[in-house]
């Protein structure tokens, strides 16, 4: 139903995003990923304070394409 289509998904880190970005891809679409964090790296770039949350966007792409 979605093969071929293209779709942006942000925040995909965890939560809805990760979970909708999953779909699209388990659907056929092509799906553009964009988060705030590329991978455990680069956190301190941006985070100054607060809670860390789980997640980055390496972690979504690699169990995105274990579940193929």
Do not use: Y
């Not at 998904?9 to 590329?38: D, K, Y």
């Not at 455990?40 to 995105?64: C, D, F, M, Q, Y």
């Amino acid at each position: 139903m979605l093969e071929g289509k293209i779709a942006i998904v942000a925040g995909v880190r965890r939560g809805f995003g990760a979970g909708i970005a999953r779909e699209l891809a388990a659907q056929a679409a092509n799906v553009i990923l964009a988060a705030r964090t590329l991978d455990k790296t680069n956190i301190g770039a941006w985070h100054k304070g607060g809670p860390l949350v789980p997640g980055t966007l390496t972690e979504i792409i690699a169990r995105s394409l274990s579940a193929d």
